[in-house]
């Protein structure tokens, strides 16, 4: 079949956004003509062009469409299944309200991300493995590594969107999402905001890393702007998914399924949403003051000093209005994951979970203590003293529920039958790589030790270690175990097999060698370093070690797309899995669950004869 | 099995018999749950903003005109009440009321706006000459920031009722269901009770600043 | 008139709270007391005007 172009919604996106960006420059211009000022002013037409812009994309992709029709009091039928005349693969390039398929957009959308990022990355890490620059310049690598901070970032968020919307439904019984269009706005609010992150080069990009610290952030390239407005639209996207999966969850639950019966994986699902909803605002009117100032001279970051009184702004206010989100949300980027380990365990050690309440509770737990410890990303900072303290008690607190997960994972491995299939690998990875992380992080809290940590490879190593062990490896983990309830098919175990054990070691030796290097004197964020501080065999092993994991990521890659042609037939329930979603045929069809489903049990009674989870009409004619 | 379902990448499946059947109930569960939800979200917002402002007044305020601060403040309580008059009158039926009542709150919320787009912001200095701008200092800045955004959700609240109210001479709601009307009340007294919060720590707590 | 009766009463209370703040800023610059009584104002707007109650019970005329 063949396919008219604009009739896919992400092709009707892109011309909306790229006619939007001129109509929102020249608007600006013509406005800024008739107020009788000068009308090229770059901070205020490019924020004219990038809003417009955002704007026109939803509106031409069809994002809203039927939002418009409400308010003429059109009613808008729910649709089901592809377009009427298209070929099936045209809807995952459309906007389709079927969490599947948008679980599905948000993955490949990740990945892609991903891959952007990674590659960013290496080109970085080329030019650190040995000492004085070689074909960067100090502008050039401050661009670089700050685009990879964000995107790689995004990528984290679609990611977790990914398993999130695909999964929550399915493992609730439920038929979809509770606001299925929202579910696709908040999708594709993401599309038009990573095209505007990644524009931003072109424009001079911008130097500060992820965190954007004023006074640099004030003073920077007009790239800074682009980054401050795509952050926004992906938060925007965070605060309305999360909206949605928390209404899901709390509202959907089918009979017998109390909160302690969810899979495990909606529980840490609920804890994530709750950060996300309520966080996210703090980084969005934080870069939205930044955008602000930049453009109409706002001072609330820029101090003014008239007479020995500030009458400006202040710096700091930035890191904290920043971190109060940016803490929390580095839960919202483990927590997934670490629900995922929880989640695969029982099933390839055949043992119920160990202490289900407890990580329920423990996921709950870290989210609400996340929110009271922003301060220790601030030692350095000048602020109160007595404020130190505070924030090195409240942060090593945060250890305490994270080592009940680690207890819960050792428990369930513990005399288990253990199998050891590619999702397995990864998950056992995934613990591996997160004790890494996770054992740094309180070496960092400790006042004293960060004091001389702070701003130096040894944080870099600290959470890339965390992410990978909390979100990477588990998405990957994820990958392999659904793809066969996504496509049917079984993805190759050899090829899995390579991707584990080249990444795994080579990710120890990258994370071990950044904390090292750091260790002995490597600042973050820097080109260059002396050759005396004797690191420079540490940097290369770590740029090599790099390029080896993103070479597995490539195996992946290529597995993914040969097996959903290839790949041997899986059968609807390959993992013996007791959770819902096995037990409707793969890949899943349009109406997940033909009728609605009860709960008769508990979710991880693996090996407990006679137990059961759920009970579904016709089921047992398998 | 009885219902012809095919795979996501296949055809339309059957549209009867599935798991996700709903009625009006559900769904008004499900959208007022969602509707506190975004309320949630949105506290932080502000929360952001009344947490920049204590950060950088601290125990000072701009010196602003108190008559005005008292007036908007009366004007948006009384659009409250009218918003609530609304809300009730769809519930029994009584379009004639809701119509007047509806309209009442869009003129006060108007009203409002412009209060603050003269009075506050003195944008019309033929009419009032104000004396912050948003670039002058940081009592400026916070002012238009706090006021700013609550006025961005005044002005989306007037368009949300306006729809409703056009809804509702199409005879689009019942007393039984009319979710829209309910929405938009909630979304109307939610801005009220934002500038609950705004109004002091604007106007009144801290001493001011000359 | 009978339908309404609640929300004008509301409004009487919330207008009353408003000239209290009003003189209570007069009289102190704390912000603590001006904070409760806005707190105050808030709870009664949550209850009665946005029905809080119709999360978790099915009233409202539904
Ligand atoms: C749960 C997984 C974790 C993740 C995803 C994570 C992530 C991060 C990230 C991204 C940063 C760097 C922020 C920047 O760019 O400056 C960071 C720094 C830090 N982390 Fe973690 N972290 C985790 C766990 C922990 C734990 C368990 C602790 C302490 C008990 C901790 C303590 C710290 C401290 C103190 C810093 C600041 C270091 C500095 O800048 O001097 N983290 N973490
Ligand atoms: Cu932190």
């Keep these: ?622 | 099995m009885a219902v012809a379902t095919k795979s996501l990448h296949g055809a339309v499946a059957a549209h009867d018999d599935h798991a996700g059947h709903e009625d009006y109930a559900t769904r008004l569960r499900l959208n007022r749950l969602g509707m506190w939800l975004f309320f949630i979200s949105e506290a932080f917002l502000f929360g952001a903003l009344l947490a920049t402002r204590f950060y950088l007044w601290g125990d000072t305020r701009p010196e602003l005109d108190q008559m005005v601060g008292l007036i908007v403040t009366s004007v948006l309580l009384l659009s409250s009440a009218s918003m609530y008059v609304a809300d009730t009158a769809a519930e029994h039926g009584q379009w004639r009321v809701f119509s007047v009542a509806a309209w009442t709150t869009m003129i006060l919320g108007l009203v409002f706006f412009l209060g603050v787009v003269i009075f506050e912001w003195g944008l019309f200095p033929q009419i009032y000459e104000g004396h912050l701008t948003p670039w002058g200092d940081k009592y400026g800045a916070v002012v238009f920031a706090m006021t700013g955004m609550h006025a961005l959700h005044v002005l989306s609240g007037i368009v949300l009722i306006f729809i409703m109210w056009r809804l509702a001479r199409k005879k689009h709601f019942t007393p039984e269901k009319h979710w829209g009307i309910e929405a938009a009340a909630i979304y109307w007294h939610y801005v009220d009770l934002v500038w609950i919060f705004f109004y002091p720590a604007l106007y009144l707590i801290g001493t001011a600043h000359h | 008139m009978g339908h309404y009766s609640t929300g004008i009463i509301i409004i009487l209370v919330l207008a009353a709270l408003t000239v209290v703040e009003f003189y209570v800023a007069l009289a102190t610059h704390s912000a603590v007391f001006l904070l409760l009584i806005a707190a105050l104002k808030a709870i009664l707007v949550i209850w009665f005007f946005m029905h809080v109650k119709r999360l978790w019970s099915a009233e409202g005329g539904h």
């Design chain 1, 1 to 622: 079949m063949s396919v008219r172009l604009t009739s896919l919604a992400l092709v009707r996106g892109l011309i909306g956004y790229f006619v939007g960006f001129a109509a929102g420059m020249l608007l600006v211009m013509a406005a800024r003509l008739m107020l009788g000022m000068e009308a090229w002013e770059q901070e205020a037409v490019y924020v004219g062009g990038i809003v417009l812009a955002i704007l026109s994309f939803l509106l031409a992709s069809g994002a809203m469409t039927d939002w418009l029709k409400w308010t003429r009091g059109i009613a808008t039928p729910m649709r089901h299944g592809p377009p009427p005349g298209q070929p099936s693969w045209a809807r995952y390039f459309g906007i389709d309200y079927n969490h599947k398929v948008i679980g599905i957009q948000y993955g490949v959308t990740a990945l892609l991300l991903l891959m952007v990022g990674g590659t960013l990355a290496l080109i970085f890490r080329v030019e650190l493995a040995e000492p004085s620059l070689s074909f960067m310049s100090l502008d050039s690598y401050n661009v670089v590594f700050s685009l990879h901070g964000w995107v790689a970032l995004a990528s984290i968020l679609l990611g977790v969107g990914a398993m999130a919307n695909y999964l929550v439904p399915l493992m609730i019984g439920a038929e979809d999402m509770a606001f299925p269009r929202l579910n696709a706005f908040a999708y594709w609010i993401n599309v038009p905001a990573a095209l505007t992150l990644m524009l931003a080069i072109f424009v001079g990009g911008w130097d500060s890393g992820w965190t954007a610290y004023p006074p640099l952030s004030l003073r920077g390239a007009v790239g800074y702007q682009f980054m401050f407005w795509a952050i926004f639209g992906i938060g925007l996207s965070s605060i309305l998914g999360s909206l949605n999966l928390i209404a899901t969850i709390l509202l959907m639950r089918p009979k017998g399924m109390a909160l302690f019966r969810m899979p495990i994986f909606c529980w840490a699902v609920l804890a994530t949403s709750l950060i996300q909803l309520t966080a996210t605002q703090f980084i969005g009117i934080d870069f939205l003051m930044m955008s602000f100032e930049r453009s109409l001279g706002m001072p609330f970051f820029n101090p003014i000093m008239v007479e020995g009184v500030n009458m400006g702004g202040q710096p700091l206010l930035h890191q904290h209005l920043f971190w109060f989100y940016s803490h929390p949300a580095v839960y919202v980027f483990v927590l997934p994951g670490l629900g995922i380990i929880s989640e695969l365990l029982p099933v390839f050690a055949r043992k119920p979970l160990f202490g289900y309440r407890w990580i329920a509770l423990s996921s709950l737990a870290i989210a609400l203590v996340g929110f009271l410890v922003w301060g220790h990303h601030m030692f350095t900072s000048g602020y109160g003293e007595y404020l130190r303290v505070a924030f090195m008690i409240s942060t090593l607190l945060v250890a305490v529920p994270t080592g009940v997960k680690f207890f819960s994972w050792l428990g369930t491995l513990w005399g288990g039958r253990l199998t050891f299939p590619t999702p397995m690998l990864f998950t056992l990875g995934a613990i591996s790589v997160f004790l890494i992380g996770g054992l740094s992080g309180p070496v960092l809290a400790t006042v004293t030790t960060d004091l001389y940590l702070h701003d130096t490879y040894f944080v870099v190593g600290h959470f890339h270690a965390t992410i990978f062990g909390g979100f990477v490896f588990p998405f990957f983990a994820a990958i392999y175990y659904w793809y066969p309830k996504i496509t049917g098919r079984m993805y190759n175990e050899t090829l899995g097999k390579w991707h584990f054990w080249i990444m795994t070691p080579a990710f120890w030796v990258m994370s071990i060698g950044q904390m090292s290097v750091g260790v002995l004197g490597m600042r973050r964020h820097i080109a260059d370093y002396d050759p005396a501080l004797q690191i420079a065999t540490g940097q290369l092993w770590v740029t090599i070690a790099g390029f080896f994991i993103a070479f597995s990521v490539l195996l992946m890659i290529y597995n993914l797309f040969s097996s959903a042609e290839i790949g041997a037939l899986a059968g609807n329930n390959p993992w013996r899995s007791r959770s819902p979603e096995w037990q409707i045929p793969s890949p899943a069809p349009e109406h997940s669950y033909a009728s609605p489903i009860r709960v008769v049990g508990e979710p991880y009674d693996y090996g407990l004869a006679g137990s059961q989870y759920i009970a579904m009409a016709g089921a047992g004619d398998d």
